[in-house]
């Protein structure tokens, strides 16, 4: 059964005890309690790594974190750094349409997470890019500044500067459209403001 297990999940980010079940159950006619005993023994030997409660994957790579979570896109200050937007390593971000207990998780390999309940209206403006060896969705950047406001997620103005060369003031609006007349004044104002002086790189203002 091992090998089974590997063999149908090896290429997937993460897998679960349910998926891992419903391959099993069809060829072996298997307990639930078994599946569980098999992977807790491939987990032991180093085989399998454990993710969050219930997922497992066979990459042992912290990237893959976020799958646990699905539907979900890396977003916030670790959608600025997984697109050099800014120097900084920081704390995963998941912004997932689950619902969640606590903002911040813990993942495998002792990598932390912070999560982020977003709601399905707001679930867009995300792209596929290659990050830590994986291709994973990550907010684009005009999702990501107006995130940054949603969320409160505050930088220093200097901060900011390439992620405001990097955004469409029209892809911008058309983003805000899903939001409430308080978010759009707020981030179009910020935008109309500092995104001519960081155009010419010149956005050293304080905030």
């Given at each position: 059964?091992?090998n089974?297990?590997?063999?149908?999940f090896?290429?997937?980010?993460?897998?679960?005890?349910?998926?891992?079940?419903?391959l099993?159950?069809?060829?072996?006619?298997?307990?639930?309690?078994?599946?569980?005993?098999?992977?807790?023994?491939?987990?032991?030997?180093?085989?399998?790594?454990?993710?969050?409660?219930?997922?497992?994957?066979f990459?042992?790579?912290?990237?893959?974190?976020?799958?646990?979570?699905?539907?979900?896109?890396?977003?916030?200050?670790?959608?600025?750094?997984?697109?050099?937007?800014?120097?900084?390593?920081?704390?995963m971000?998941?912004?997932?349409?689950?619902?969640?207990?606590?903002?911040?998780?813990?993942?495998?390999?002792?990598?932390?997470?912070?999560?982020?309940?977003i709601?399905?209206?707001?679930?867009?403006?995300?792209?596929?890019?290659?990050?830590?060896?994986?291709?994973?969705?990550?907010?684009?950047?005009?999702?990501?500044?107006?995130?940054?406001?949603?969320?409160?997620?505050?930088?220093?103005?200097?901060?900011?500067g390439?992620?405001?060369?990097?955004?469409?003031?029209?892809?911008?609006?058309?983003?805000?459209?899903?939001?409430?007349?308080?978010?759009?004044?707020?981030?179009?104002?910020?935008?109309?403001?500092?995104?001519?002086?960081?155009?010419?790189?010149?956005?050293?203002?304080?905030?």
């Open positions: 059964m091992p089974e297990l590997q063999a149908r090896k290429d997937w980010p993460v897998f679960t005890t349910s998926d891992a079940y419903l099993l159950k069809s060829k072996h006619k298997v307990s639930k309690s078994t599946v569980q005993v098999t992977i807790s023994r491939m987990t032991s030997s180093g085989r399998l790594f454990r993710v969050s409660k219930g997922a497992f994957s990459k042992n790579n912290s990237v893959v974190a976020g799958f646990s979570y699905s539907p979900f896109y890396y977003g916030g200050l670790c959608a600025l750094m997984i697109q050099d937007l800014i120097d900084d390593q920081v704390i971000e998941v912004m997932t349409t689950r619902s969640i207990r606590r903002k911040m998780s813990e993942s495998f390999n002792d990598t932390r997470l912070i999560l982020h309940h709601s399905k209206k707001h679930f867009f403006g995300f792209r596929n890019l290659q990050y830590g060896g994986l291709t994973v969705p990550v907010s684009d950047p005009e999702k990501t500044l107006i995130d940054l406001f949603h969320y409160r997620l505050r930088l220093s103005i200097q901060d900011y390439d992620l405001l060369k990097a955004i469409s003031r029209r892809k911008v609006q058309k983003y805000l459209e899903a939001y409430d007349r308080h978010t759009k004044t707020t981030v179009l104002n910020f935008v109309r403001k500092y995104k001519p002086p960081a155009d010419r790189g010149e956005l050293t203002n304080p905030y």
